[in-house]
């Protein structure tokens, strides 16, 4: 089983070259460790590491225009396999791609990836265009 916590290069690239220059979504869903695996031994859970990585995160979104839109505990897989539990569901809206690579790039969000790091078993991470709620669904 392959659990995945940061993206490739490629992965990385390919959602910040899409085309688009409006508004974007980011949906995370979050496995943490029960444990945090700190490279230098600290004691912390994984929630604990998870809560210090949005202290210091939360104002870095804000200063790019970033906010959390939605946020959900996820409770039971009801469609999807029953390996795949999360711990925590959000989607943050940052005004543009641009405001994305603003924020992974600032040095104090890059200081605090450590504690997700430490904090994270698995996770996944779409990038999602906003559409209207109420339209028909075109595909």
Known sequence: MTDYVTPTTKQFWDGIKLPGDGPVNLFY???LNEKANYPDGRE?????????YNRAVSPILLHVGAKIIWRG????M???PDDK?????FIVEFPSMDAFGEMVQDLAFQAAAFHRQ???QDS???????VDPEADFDI
Not at 85 to 89: L, V
Not at 124 to 130: C, V
């Open 29 to 31: 869903l979050i496995r």
């Open 44 to 52: 912390a859970t994984g929630a604990e590491a998870y809560r210090a």
């Open 73 to 76: 505990e996820p409770e039971h």
């Open 78 to 80: 009801m469609v999807g």
């Open 85 to 89: 539990q999360w711990d925590i569901a």
């Open 118 to 120: 430490a904090a994270v």
């Open 124 to 130: 996944r991470l779409i990038r999602m265009k906003p």
